[in-house]
C-alpha cells in the first residue's frame, strides 16, 4: 500500500470555514469561552482553535486563560487538568469517554503501592495520567520538557517515572541516569515497525522525526526524536523537502500549516496499514465542539481536595519549564 504523502501545503487550495465551524466560532464567543486543540485532533478543529499544541503549551494557556470557558478538544486528562488549574472556570470537552491507554495503564492505588516498594523515591509522573496519579507524584513532566525535569533532581536521588516505560527510556538514554519505569505505554505509539519505517525512509531517502512514546527499535532508525510541538522546528531547519513523520496522523497537519514549503509523510505502522491514529482523540468532532458549547455539557468535575493536591506537581512542572 502506498505511502500517504502531503503535498506542501503553500501548494494546496486553503479551506473555508464551513457552516459547522462558523457556528462553533458564533457559541464560543456567546460563551467567552477558549477554544484548545490537542495536536492530534483532526484539521477542522485546529483551525478554528484558539491555540493548538502539545500538552505543555496546552497547560500553559488553560493556566493563564481570562476565558470564563475552556472547550477541550483532546483526551480526558487534559481537560481535568485544565479544570485543575482552574477550578472555578467551566471547562467542557466535546466527548467525556475520550481516555487514554497511558493513563489506562496506572491507578493512583497501584502507583500508592509502587511507591511503597521503593521508599525515598521521587516520582515523575508523564502528564498522560489521571489528577489521582498526579496527587501521588512529586512533579509532572511532559514529552517536552522530561529530560529538563528529570534533570532537576540530584544524580543521586532515586526517581520512578511513570506511567510511560518508552518516555521513560528515552529519558534515561538522554540523561544516563536509570530510573524506575512504570511498565505502561501509548497504544498508537507502540504499534510502529521499525523494519517498516526502514522501509519508508529508503524509497523516498527522507528523513524520520518520531515520538519518544516509540519503542526503542522505532526510535533507532529514526534521525531525530522529539516532542510534538519540537518536530515544527526541526522539520523547519531540516534541510530536506521531505519529512516522513511517525506519531498520530493528526499532526501532520499542524506541520503543513507551520512549514508549507515541505512535504509530509505519515509513517506506516506496518507494511499493510497507512498510519497512525489515536482512537481517543478521534472522538473529538467538529459536532460535538459545537454541541458542548451549545449545551455546557460534558463539564469536568474534579474534588476539590484531590484537585489541591494534584495541582502542586503540575504547577511545579510549570516552574521548572520556564528556567
Known sequence: MEPIIFPPYKDSPKPALSPLQEEVLRLKRERNAVILAHN?????????????????????????TSADVIVFCGVDFMAETAKILNPEKTVLMPDAASGCSLEESCSAEELAAFKREYPDSAVVSYINCSGAVKAESDVICTSGNAVKIVEKFPKDRRIIFAPDKYLGSWVEE?????????????????????????????????????????????RDVCDFVCST????????????????????????????????????????????????RCRHMDKNTLEKVRDCLRDMSPSIKVDPELAKKARKPIEKMLEWSKK
Open 40 to 64: 492530534y485532533v483532526d484539521e477542522d478543529i485546529q483551525l478554528i482553535a484558539d491555540f493548538c499544541g502539545d500538552s505543555l503549551g496546552l497547560s500553559f494557556q488553560a493556566r493563564d
Open 174 to 218: 538522554q540523561t544516563g541516569r536509570k530510573m524506575i519505569l512504570w511498565d505502561g505505554c501509548c497504544c498508537a505509539h507502540a504499534s510502529y515497525d521499525p523494519e517498516a519505517i526502514k522501509k519508508i525512509k529508503a524509497a523516498l531517502n527522507a528523513p524520520v522525526v518520531c515520538h519518544p512514546e516509540c519503542p526503542k527499535p522505532v
Open 229 to 276: 510541538e519540537k518536530m515544527i522546528n526541526w522539520a523547519r531547519e531540516n534541510p530536506s523537502k521531505t519529512i516522513i513523520v511517525a506519531t498520530v496522523f493528526q499532526m501532520i497537519h499542524r506541520l503543513r500549516r507551520e512549514v508549507p514549503d515541505k512535504i509530509f509523510v505519515a509513517a506506516p505502522p506496518n507494511d499493510i496499514q497507512n498510519c497512525k
